[in-house]
């Protein structure tokens, strides 16, 4: 229902407000693959780097924006 949107557009805005804060290029990397929709052998051609360092720069990224959020519900 409309209260679940709203708790997701919720979340979604305070995920957003972690981005802005997160150092490169962990915040490009999730915008890219979240956002953006790009696989990580995409975002790894933008970078010019290995697929496997795009996974493992997206896979910090959340880490670090699943530490925010867990510190911030406490």
């Avoid at 305070?14 to 995409?42: A, M, R, S, W």
């Avoid at 697929?51 to 493992?56: K, L």
């Amino acid at each position: 229902g409309p209260e679940q949107r709203m708790l997701r557009k919720d979340e979604a805005m305070t995920v957003y407000q972690i981005l802005h804060y997160l150092d490169e290029p962990y915040k490009e990397v999730f915008t890219l693959k979240v956002l953006g929709e790009l696989n990580y052998k995409e975002i790894a051609q933008i970078f010019g780097k290995q697929e496997t360092w795009a996974r493992v720069t997206y896979h910090r990224a959340r880490v670090k924006i699943q530490d925010i959020l867990e510190r911030r519900s406490t």
